[in-house]
C-alpha cells in the first residue's frame, strides 16, 4: 500500500474511535459518573435495609469535580425473576456498576449473562454465589463476610455467658436446653452459623441438649410465632437460644415479652448482626450478646470498589482475600462493650 493511500484508510478509522470516546462509546471510556445499580433480595430485611443506608452514605465519598455518584436501588421482594428483570432495566437506564444481592444465590447465570453483554461488572454483595458461579467471568466480584467465624463468635459468647453464670442451666442438669432460630434454607450463614455455634460450645465444654429449631427467615415476626410455638411445646425447659440473626433474636424475646413470662422462667439470648435493633437490645440487657457483622466496612468496600471499577483508577490498592473477594470480619458484642458500636460510626 502506498504510504497516502494507507493514511487516508487508517485516518477516518482513528478519527472515528476518537469521536466515539467523545461522545457516548463505552460507559468505561468516559468516567464521568459512578451509576450504580443496586438489586436487593428484600428490602425489608432489617440488616440489607442498614447496610444499604450506609453504602449511599459512602458512596459519596467518591464524587469530586466532573465525577457524580447516583445509586438507584430495586427490591426484589424475594423473587429471582422479578431480580433477573430489575437487573435488566437497571441496565437499560444506564447503571455502569451492578451490585447484585442475589434472591437465590445458586441461580445468577441470567443476571451474569445480561451484565456481560452489557460489559457491566457484577459486585455480588451477602448472599454468595457459588464459586463455579464466580468463575463465569472476570468481571464478578463479591463483598461480604466469612460465616464460620460469625457461629464460632457466637459459640464463644454463649459458652463466656454459660461459665460464668451457673443459673443459665436453670433445671441444674448440668446440660443446657437449647433452641435455635434458623434464616433461610439453603442461606450460607444459616447453614454454617447454626452448625458452627453449637460445635463452638461443645468444644468449650458445654454440655448441650437441643430441643428443637425453627426457620423463621431472618425475620422478626416469623421468628416470634416459632418461638411461640416452641415454648408451647417445651414451656419453660429452654435455657438458651441462639439466633441466626439480631432479628430473630428480638422476635425470640418479643414471644416471651408478649406470653408475660417473666425473667427467672426466661432464657438466654445471642443474636448476630449488630443491627440498631439488636445493639438496642443488649444494651438494655435484653439480649446477652451478638455478633457484629461489619455493615459499615461492607459498605465501604462495595462503594470503593464500585468507583474503581468504573473510573479504572485504585483498583490495585483494593486487597482481595481470595480471588475476587472481600471478606470482613465479625466482631463479639457483649454488654461490656456494645456501648463503642452505639456510636457514630455504627
Ligand atoms: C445475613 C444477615 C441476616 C440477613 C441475611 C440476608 O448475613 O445476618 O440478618 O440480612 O444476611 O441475606
Ligand atoms: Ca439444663
Not at 163 to 177: C, L, M, S, V, W
Not at 235 to 258: S, T
Not at 320 to 346: A, M, T, W
Request: charged share 25%.
Amino acid at each position: 500500500m502506498k504510504k497516502s493511500s494507507f493514511w487516508a484508510a487508517v485516518f477516518p478509522a482513528a478519527l472515528g474511535v476518537l469521536l466515539l470516546a467523545g461522545c457516548g462509546g463505552p460507559n468505561r471510556r468516559i468516567p464521568n459518573r459512578i451509576q450504580v445499580g443496586v438489586a436487593c433480595y428484600n428490602q425489608s430485611d432489617t440488616f440489607i435495609s442498614e447496610l444499604m443506608d450506609s453504602f449511599k452514605h459512602q458512596l459519596t465519598a467518591f464524587e469530586r469535580e466532573g465525577l457524580t455518584a447516583t445509586v438507584t436501588l430495586k427490591d426484589a421482594a424475594g423473587l429471582q425473576r422479578i431480580q433477573n428483570d430489575q437487573v435488566r432495566e437497571l441496565l437499560d437506564e444506564g447503571c455502569n456498576i451492578l451490585c447484585v444481592n442475589l434472591v437465590d444465590r445458586t441461580d445468577p447465570s441470567e443476571i451474569i449473562d445480561l451484565a456481560r453483554e452489557n460489559d457491566v461488572s457484577i459486585i455480588f454483595f451477602n448472599r454468595e454465589p457459588v464459586h463455579e458461579d464466580m468463575m463465569q467471568w472476570s468481571e464478578l466480584y463479591y463483598v461480604g463476610a466469612d460465616a464460620q467465624q460469625s457461629g464460632v463468635m457466637q459459640g464463644e459468647l454463649a459458652a463466656e455467658a454459660i461459665h460464668a453464670d451457673p443459673r443459665i442451666d436453670r433445671n441444674r442438669d448440668g446440660k443446657i436446653q437449647y433452641v435455635v432460630l434458623e434464616g433461610e434454607a439453603g442461606h450460607q450463614d444459616a447453614i454454617i452459623r447454626t452448625e458452627r455455634v453449637a460445635d463452638t460450645l461443645k468444644n468449650e465444654g458445654i454440655e448441650l441438649e437441643k430441643l428443637g429449631s425453627g426457620v423463621a427467615n431472618w425475620n422478626r415476626a416469623q421468628a416470634e410465632n416459632r418461638m411461640t410455638q416452641m415454648i408451647g411445646q417445651y414451656h419453660n425447659q429452654i435455657e438458651l437460644v441462639l439466633a441466626n440473626n439480631d432479628d430473630m433474636a428480638l422476635g425470640a424475646i418479643d414471644a416471651y415479652e408478649k406470653l408475660n413470662i417473666t425473667e427467672t422462667t426466661c432464657p438466654v439470648f445471642f443474636g448476630i448482626d449488630g443491627t440498631s435493633g439488636g445493639l438496642q437490645a443488649v444494651k438494655e440487657g435484653k439480649m446477652a450478646g451478638t455478633v457484629y457483622n461489619d455493615k459499615e466496612g461492607q459498605a465501604g468496600a462495595m462503594a470503593r470498589l464500585a468507583a474503581a471499577l468504573v473510573t479504572g483508577e485504585g483498583l490495585e490498592e483494593i486487597s482481595f482475600d481470595s480471588e475476587r473477594c472481600i471478606y470482613l470480619p465479625y466482631q463479639k458484642i457483649d454488654g461490656e462493650n456494645v456501648q463503642e458500636f452505639l456510636g457514630d460510626k455504627h
